[in-house]
């Protein structure tokens, strides 16, 4: 039985013409958002790919059907099933069967098949406006930037996905900073650098740890912590164990429409920390960033426009 807010509820949308949300979403809208809530592995997020391009069929195939045309094992298909909150496949089946018969039914017309790429751009867009929001104060950021800036060395620590954001701020960083070391092998040789960074007279790291976040990254996190450093963290999660152990977190959201993630806004995260860190020292920032043009345009590193 409703509770009497629900029937208030029920009874509101019926007087006012006003039928259920998600009788209203089209069955696509329906499973991005069924599939949109937990972090799924890339062989998980095929299989809800596979799912959201052929619901009809799909939605009455076996485990052992399934499993043959996504091309994933059938232990697969029942983790998959657990990741995105139901007992089993015979559940989610049930789920699916529901969604595609309203379809059937004269429901809402099906959005375009070809709209995948699209949705994760407005993902995307979505996560951006976040941090527009975030941006609103910019105190904390400024604030990192000048203890990124005034940390010499700088270490930058980024571990499996996460070592192509690294680089890309360790790389920029470098024209701006005298000593930036860039850390992206885990274990002993993570701790080594770490530890000798430290005892160079650094006092703080900027770690990248994006989904699926490494254990060896939150080791490594606890070693930089433990060796006297201060830790600034970009990562996807403003709650959990890595953000526990880091000084500062600047939680910003990760695409998760396709196979694999994209990072749109971690991306400006790390231009708006490489900003902050230019003005914390303009004099340094320009001269440096003068001697850089001038033996790049006397070696000829790019080419002419």
């Not at 009788?23 to 599939?35: D, G, K, M, N, W």
């Amino acid at each position: 039985m409703p509770s009497p807010q629900q029937a208030r509820a029920q009874a509101s949308a019926i007087t006012s013409g006003k039928t259920d949300p998600e009788a209203e979403a089209s069955p696509t809208s329906q499973l991005r958002e069924l599939f949109d809530q937990p972090r799924l592995s890339p062989g998980q997020r095929r299989i809800a790919q596979y799912l959201i391009e052929h619901l009809t069929e799909a939605a009455f195939l076996s485990i052992t059907d399934l499993a043959d045309r996504v091309g994933v094992s059938q232990p697969s298909v029942t983790r998959f099933a657990a990741a995105v909150g139901f007992s089993g496949y015979p559940a989610l089946r049930e789920r699916l069967q529901s969604i595609a018969l309203g379809a059937r039914g004269g429901g809402p017309a099906e959005e375009c098949r070809g709209n995948e790429l699209q949705a994760a751009v407005d993902a995307e867009i979505e996560n951006l406006e976040n941090l527009r929001r975030d941006f609103a104060d910019p105190d904390r950021v400024i604030a990192v930037g000048r203890e990124l800036s005034a940390s010499a060395p700088l270490t930058v620590l980024g571990l499996r996905i996460s070592v192509s954001l690294a680089e890309y701020f360790a790389y920029a960083a470098r024209r701006i900073h005298p000593d930036v070391r860039l850390v992206t092998r885990g274990g002993s040789v993570a701790y080594d650098a770490l530890l000798q960074s430290r005892e160079a007279g650094g006092t703080w790291v900027l770690a990248f740890s994006l989904p699926r976040h490494a254990h060896e990254t939150l080791t490594a996190v606890r070693v930089a912590r433990r060796a006297g450093l201060k830790v600034a963290l970009i990562t996807d999660l403003a709650l959990g164990p890595m953000a526990d152990e880091a000084d500062v977190t600047f939680a910003t959201g990760t695409g998760s429409r396709l196979v694999f993630d994209s990072y749109a806004a971690p991306g400006v995260m790390c231009a708006a920390l490489l900003q902050a860190m230019t003005d914390a020292d303009p004099e340094r920032t320009q001269g440096r960033l003068e001697e850089y043009e001038q033996v790049a345009d006397r070696l000829q590193f790019f080419l002419k426009d």
